[in-house]
């Protein structure tokens, strides 16, 4: 069974840092391109970051860029998130998700997806 878990959400101050942890199942992670996702109240979900099964590589949303570091670890099977800086505006339902066709920050292209985490930055 296919299972996508995402942990390490809660409150933050502006200006710090979290690190969000997803731990997949039925699948190997390097198998997939790997996105994270998020989706504020009230607003579509957005793409924040993609890593290719191909090469490793990650695109990153604007927003976040240079804030915010994607990274797998094979041998758990599991990606992680490390946000720094962190604004109120960065404060959403974080969501992983694996796309076997195409990395793109595009919810549709991805097949997994996990139950999500909440992330609040708030003072």
């Known amino acids: 069974q296919v299972q996508l878990v995402e942990s390490g959400g809660g409150l933050v101050q502006p200006g710090g840092s979290l690190r969000l942890s997803c731990a997949a199942s039925?699948?190997?992670?390097?198998?997939?391109?790997i996105g994270w996702f998020r989706q504020a109240p009230g607003k579509e979900r957005e793409g924040v970051s993609c890593t290719s099964s191909l090469d490793g590589s990650t695109n990153y949303a604007d927003s976040v860029k240079g804030r915010f570091t994607a990274s797998r670890d094979n041998a758990k099977n599991t990606v992680y998130l490390q946000m720094n800086s962190l604004k109120p505006e960065d404060t959403a339902i974080y969501f992983c998700?694996?796309?076997?066709?195409?990395?793109?920050?595009?919810?549709?292209?991805?097949?997994?997806w996990g139950q999500g985490t909440q992330v609040t930055v708030s003072s």
């Open positions: 998700a694996a796309a076997i066709s195409a990395c793109v920050m595009a919810p549709g292209e991805y097949d997994y």
């Open positions: 039925g699948f190997m992670v390097d198998y997939y391109h």
